[in-house]
């Protein structure tokens, strides 16, 4: 027995067309609850008679998208960004392959090439980067600092407080 994977949607198309051959529902009715027309109806009803239940199922399943980019050039724009925007995040660094290299991509898509095992930002490094450390105790006394509201004690206290940026308070939470 052969098993098949098949998604809600098309395991609902599914048990519409099984009740429209057992004639317990109209091919019109089955055409308003699927959202397709007749003719719809009637070819699928041909590929569930000719091909069972896998007949059903996505052809473009498993396959690659038609949009997707080469091979070739996929791996053309992971060795600039490699070579010269290493350490660039990918908006700055879809800026300057737009700009120098004339090549245009989408920020999210830079980020997925990125992605990839053995691509991402931290693959990429060839020297690694010290990073320094800060104590939990100077991250717990910067985020009550940060609301200008004193948790307790006299408001002088609060208003004498060193003030604390939301980018040291971003550069201190990653170094964890």
């Known amino acids: 027995m052969t098993v098949i994977a098949m998604s809600h949607g098309?395991?609902?198309?599914?048990?519409?067309?099984?009740?429209?051959e057992r004639g317990e529902l109209r091919i019109e009715d089955a055409a308003t609850l699927l959202k397709l027309s007749r003719r719809q109806i009637f070819r699928l009803l041909g590929r569930l008679h000719a091909k069972g239940a896998a007949g059903l199922v996505s052809s473009k399943r498993g396959k690659?998208?038609?949009?997707?980019?080469?091979?070739?050039?996929?791996?053309?724009?992971?060795?600039?960004?490699?070579?010269?925007?290493n350490d660039f995040g990918p908006?700055?660094?879809?800026?300057?392959?737009?700009e120098r290299h004339d090549i245009h991509l989408a920020?999210?898509?830079?980020?997925?090439?990125?992605?990839?095992p053995g691509v991402g930002r931290t693959a990429m490094?060839?020297?690694?980067?010290?990073?320094?450390?800060?104590?939990?105790?100077?991250?717990?006394?910067?985020?009550?600092?940060?609301?200008?509201?004193?948790?307790?004690?006299?408001?002088?206290?609060a208003r004498n407080a060193p003030c604390w940026s939301s980018s040291t308070m971003r550069r201190a939470s990653c170094c964890f």
């Open 10 to 20: 098309e395991l609902c198309r599914y048990d519409t067309l099984l009740r429209v």
């Open 64 to 85: 690659p998208s038609n949009r997707r980019y080469s091979d070739a050039f996929r791996e053309r724009v992971i060795a600039v960004v490699r070579e010269h925007y």
């Open 91 to 98: 908006t700055l660094a879809r800026e300057y392959l737009a």
């Open 107 to 116: 920020c999210e898509t830079l980020r997925l090439l990125r992605s990839r």
């Open 125 to 157: 490094l060839s020297v690694p980067v010290p990073i320094s450390r800060v104590t939990a105790g100077t991250v717990a006394a910067s985020s009550s600092r940060s609301t200008g509201r004193s948790t307790g004690g006299s408001r002088s206290a």
